[in-house]
């Protein structure tokens, strides 16, 4: 039965092509933030000095006082009620790495008389319930009540559905205690951190004019399209999100004709519907393409201030997930949706800003630039070199162990790539006082004094292999996945370049009295890149001399997200974190729990799927086959012909190896949940899932996917693979 829905779905697609010519449309500037709660419809609704408070919490991040806060929430309130809108939530970032709302209408009854009401006791604050979030153990039940708090830095903005409008309100979410729950809380603090010791150290540098810093973001998002009627015949992808069977397809992406290619009219009208919303949203999208795999696209927006980037990114997938099915696709944002077929990450592109308007990364033409931007650009090597076991940690979860390194995105190894330019004024840097140069080409570099060789901007992805690239004024963190909320790689980054900065200001403030401001310059930045350099490499990340070379040169190489996770919770991780008060240690122990938990969680329900699709719908398939097949030789035999005897014995063969390797699945799961009942430790839990689990399921597959090149295609009750990446 279901393969005939499977045909009819198929037939159905050519149907779903936009045929109509455009109609009405809006103008993109009237579009763009129409349904936010910005500076613009502050300033035009708030009293004068009003507006500038408002304005000088939201630029440095401050709470707003009570009377504030009711003033915005009545004029929130107007012109959230003025855009149709009747409820309100609190929207958060919960540690599920979706986003969470909590709804409560605007009205109130006075003598039983309607009124609309919204305080500023219920813009700045909200309880919802949260015992229903993971918390790692973080907060027993009897303590379940969490708090959210408004971020100012970030505006309010509306969700328009097709039959009203909901006032969005992005907070924090914390303990009664104050322990942060969500992902939004710490990154709040670690942009202060990196803004205390930004300041510190272009204080040291001699700006007298900047008041404060921020780090900047930009994540290009990749995601897939596939038919929505074949998505729901695929119970894999409705309950994992990545396919469990599947055989090859005779095309893959070999040709690369799917990269850039022209995109298709079915595809773009969803994207220009997605685009829209997220214009109205205030998230500022800018390009869109197809990607290396055949359904693969990209969208990416103008990179800002990263708490509001880290939301709009969440925003974006939603919108991605929601206008896809108006479009009759699904939007998969899994890190590896399709076996043998690349998977889908997200570029995380990270700088740092000041309000006087100076990326921290641009490389500049004056000699004090110059000396900015080396400084800068070495406590960010020194960062990565210190702590990439951290940043694997920031990226590791069950579904990215499927793509990194697989020659599609940078291997587990985390390493910086900084391109020939770049890689050679380090190497001067480094040989700067160190004698006699013996490279007579290689001229040395005196800061303070000389500027920069010119430095390309790198707009072509010189080296995709590298988890870690500066491309021209940012650094492009590569390795993180299409379907990760990327505040944890941010939190991270923040934290360890804030670190790193406070190290260097230290150390030139010891050195400045004697050898003065560029001199100490030139000896901390000396010292810091000679013995951190080994982090810095240029060749092709995906070699296997690369593996060898990584070791010998001290590299850690993490391989798994569970052989990751654990260093988060190490001692010197710990202390960094606490030190900057980004995370304390109750909280970074139950953020490692938590991820511990997720994987865990991820595997078992992947190896439920894959055995009840198994069981329930490729084996009956196989016993139809079988009898048909039984009848046929019957026949054939009783009129004298030729036999299939030899497709019924290769059957016959892989059906038994499905049925055993289904009874040890089976066996296992059953295994695995009894320990996790007896011991509850997450991670030696995990590690079960990782190295039991995970081999029995591929073994199932294997089979299974010999299975579907065997029976009759009439039968076989899942979207193939050739049909879920081609038709569209
Ligand atoms: P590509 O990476 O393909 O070369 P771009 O250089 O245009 O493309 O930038 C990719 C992303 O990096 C975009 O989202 C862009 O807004 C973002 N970006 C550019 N400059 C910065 C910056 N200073 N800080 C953070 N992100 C940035
Ligand atoms: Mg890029």
């Known amino acids: 039965m279901s393969s005939e829905a499977r045909r009819a779905a198929i037939q159905s ?120 979030f993971p918390s790692g153990g973080l907060r027993a039940t009897f303590e379940a009540r969490g708090y959210t708090a408004w971020d100012p830095t970030s505006p309010a903005f509306i969700r328009e559905t097709a039959s009203g409008a909901t006032l969005c309100i992005p907070t924090a979410f914390c303990s009664w205690t104050g322990e942060a729950l969500d992902k939004k809380t710490p990154l709040l603090r670690s942009c202060e951190a990196l803004n205390r010791s930004a300041m510190r150290m272009l204080r040291l540098l001699g700006d007298e004019q900047v008041q404060f810093v921020y780090p900047t973001v930009g994540a290009e998002q990749e995601y897939f399209l596939v038919d929505r009627e074949l998505h729901l015949q695929r119970p894999d992808l409705v309950a994992t999100g990545r396919t469990l069977f599947g055989a090859r397809p005779p095309k893959g992406q070999e040709l690369e004709d799917h990269y850039f290619g022209s995109i298709s009219p079915r595809v773009l009208a969803f994207m220009h519907e997605a685009e829209c919303e997220l214009w109205k949203l205030g998230v500022p999208v800018k390009t869109r393409h197809n990607e290396v795999a055949p359904s693969q696209f990209e969208i990416a927006p103008i990179f800002e201030r990263t708490t509001l980037s880290t939301d709009h990114n969440m925003l974006t ?113 480094v040989s700067g006082g160190a004698g006699p140069n013996r490279d007579a080409d290689r001229q040395t570099m005196r800061l303070g004094v000389g500027t920069l060789p010119p430095l390309p901007r790198d707009t072509t992805d010189r080296n995709r292999t590298s988890p870690f690239a500066f491309t021209g004024n940012k650094f492009e963190f590569r390795a993180v996945g299409s379907g990760q909320s990327i505040a944890t790689p941010n939190i991270f980054l923040n934290t360890i370049v804030a670190d790193s900065l406070d190290f260097l200001a230290a150390e030139i403030e010891k050195l400045r009295d004697s050898a003065g401001l560029a001199g100490a310059v030139q000896q901390v930045v000396q010292q810091v890149l000679t013995q951190h350099k080994r982090v810095i490499f240029g060749g092709n990340g995906y070699s296997a001399e690369w593996h060898a070379e990584a070791e010998s040169r001290g590299l850690p190489n993490l391989r798994t997200a569970v052989d990751a996770i654990g260093v988060y919770s190490a001692p010197d991780k710990v202390e960094i974190f606490e030190r900057h008060r980004v995370l304390s240690k109750k909280e970074v122990e139950s953020r490692t729990n938590i991820m511990f938990e997720a994987y865990a969680k991820a595997i078992a329900i992947e190896a439920q799927s894959a055995a009840g699709i198994a069981s329930s719908m490729l084996l009956p398939a196989a016993t139809t086959y079988q009898r048909n097949l039984a009848e046929s030789i019957e026949s054939a035999r009783r009129a004298g012909a030729k036999t299939l005897d030899r497709q019924e014995r290769r059957l016959q063969d892989v059906v038994g190896r499905i049925e055993s390797a289904l009874g040890a699945l089976e066996t296992l799961q059953t295994a695995t949940e009894k320990a996790e009942r007896h011991h509850g430790e997450p991670a030696g839990h995990a590690k079960l899932y990782r190295d039991e689990v995970i081999p029995a399921m591929n073994a199932l597959r294997e089979s299974c996917d010999v299975l579907e090149t065997l029976v009759d295609d009439d039968l076989w009750p899942l979207p193939k693979y050739r049909e879920m990446l081609f038709v569209h």
Request: glycine share 8%; aromatic share 6%.
């Open 317 to 429: 997938m939603e919108v991605l997930r929601q206008v896809a099915q108006r479009h009759g696709f699904q939007c998969l944002l899994h890190e590896k949706p399709f076996a043998g077929i690349n998977g889908s990450g997200k570029h995380n592109n990270w700088s740092m800003a000041t309000d006087t308007g100076v990326n921290l990364l641009d490389p500049g033409q004056t000699p004090e630039t110059n000396m900015r931007f080396v400084v800068v650009l070495t406590a960010v090597i020194r960062a990565i070199d210190l702590h990439a076991d951290l940043l694997r940690v920031s990226i590791a979860h069950a579904a990215n162990d499927h793509r990194l390194g697989a020659n599609e995105a940078p291997p587990a190894i985390i390493s910086i790539y900084l391109g020939e330019e770049l890689e050679a004024v380090v190497e001067s840097l």
């Open 13 to 132: 697609i050519s149907r779903k092509h936009p045929l109509a010519p455009l109609g009405e449309v809006e103008k993109l500037e009237d579009l763009f933030g129409r349904n936010v709660f910005g500076l613009p419809q502050m300033r035009a609704r708030l009293p004068e000095s009003a507006y500038r408070a408002l304005e000088s919490c939201i630029e440095r991040g401050h709470e707003l006082d009570h009377g504030l806060a009711d003033l915005v929430a009545s004029a929130m309130k107007e012109w959230a009620v003025e855009r149709g809108a009747t409820h309100f939530t609190h929207w958060f970032q919960p540690m599920t790495g979706s986003t969470a709302e909590k709804h409560d209408s605007f009205i109130d009854l006075e003598n039983g008389k309607l009124l609309l009401q919204f305080s500023g006791k219920a813009l700045i604050k909200g309880e919802p319930d949260a015992s229903s």
